[in-house]
């Protein structure tokens, strides 16, 4: 950097630009302004309200877990009432 220019970087989407020092030895960008403009202005965009899809899948969801808790606690095997057993030192009634 002995001219006073430099060029830094990183990898991915970030840019890579042009240094220099101004005359109190602050490091900034330097070079020509660039103007960029985007006259993609025809692009169609659409967009889908999915909220009853969403919806749909976290009942089926929920109602999976209700029923897997409900077997596992009628049952008592499973997951749930291992731990409901072993966490809080509960046993089944035997009739």
């Known amino acids: 950097m002995s001219s006073g220019m430099g060029?830094?970087?990183e990898s991915?989407?970030?840019a890579i630009m042009p240094l220099a020092r101004d005359s109190s030895s602050k490091l900034?960008?330097?070079g020509p302004t660039i103007n960029v403009y985007n006259n993609n202005s025809s692009a169609s965009v659409e967009v889908e309200n999915r909220?009853?899809?969403?919806a749909l899948i976290i009942g089926r969801a929920r109602k999976a877990v209700?029923?897997?808790f409900s077997?596992?606690?009628t049952s008592g095997q499973g997951v749930y009432a291992?731990?409901?057993e072993s966490g809080y030192k509960t046993?089944?009634?035997v009739r």
């Open 71 to 73: 077997r596992s606690m």
């Open 66 to 68: 209700q029923d897997h």
């Open 91 to 93: 046993g089944r009634k």
């Open 28 to 30: 900034g960008l330097a």
């Open 12 to 14: 991915g989407p970030e």
């Open 82 to 84: 291992r731990s409901l």
């Open 51 to 54: 909220e009853d899809e969403i």
């Open 7 to 9: 060029v830094m970087g």
